[in-house]
């Protein structure tokens, strides 16, 4: 009996040693991952946490499409499936906590379609990236929703 339990008392040890291990070989290799080439390219809204209940849903259950476009020259459009556009230029940034951070700033806008694309809930619009949940919008503290983008693969 004690052969067992100092075989399993091992066992979890090593267990535990290599989750860590991989642990930061993850954050390592995480940290390196997102870039600037990690932002260019189209993203698509792929999912919606709604702010009062809290209820995920698909992007299928939208009546339009949300999408994301990300230039090398720090340029991006926000566009829908239904024609509404606009553009602006971002900047990539890691905050005090580690986390990635994108800042849009958006050309001015008179059209109010336009204007509701660029609703920020504290005036700045700031996305954030991460290897866990993509690329996301949140609105959550004014009770708005929060949108996961996810980056379409490019044409070759």
């Known amino acids: 009996m004690k052969t067992h339990l100092v075989n399993l008392l091992l066992f979890s040890i090593l267990f535990l040693v290599a989750c860590e291990a991989n642990k930061l070989e993850l954050e ?6 997102i870039t600037a080439t990690t932002i260019t390219g189209q993203w ?3 999912k919606v946490m709604h702010g009062w209940t809290g209820k995920i849903v698909g992007a299928e ?5 949300e999408y994301y476009q990300f230039n090398a020259d ?4 926000k566009f829908t499936s239904e024609g509404v556009e606009t553009t602006g230029t971002y900047a990539l940034s890691q905050n005090k ?7 849009l700033t958006f050309a001015a806008e008179t059209d109010p379609g336009k204007v509701a694309l660029q609703f920020s ?4 619009l700031v996305l954030e990236l991460s290897q866990e949940e993509g690329l996301t919008e949140s609105n959550l503290p004014c009770d708005g929703p929060k949108k996961y983008y996810r980056k379409l693969k490019e044409d070759k």
Request: one cysteine or more.
């Open 121 to 124: 809930c504290g005036g700045t």
């Open 97 to 103: 906590e580690g986390n990635y951070e994108i800042t």
């Open 61 to 65: 259950t939208l009546p339009y499409q």
């Open 44 to 46: 698509q809204v792929d």
């Open 74 to 77: 720090s340029s991006f459009r």
């Open 28 to 33: 390592d290799s995480s940290a390196s991952k």
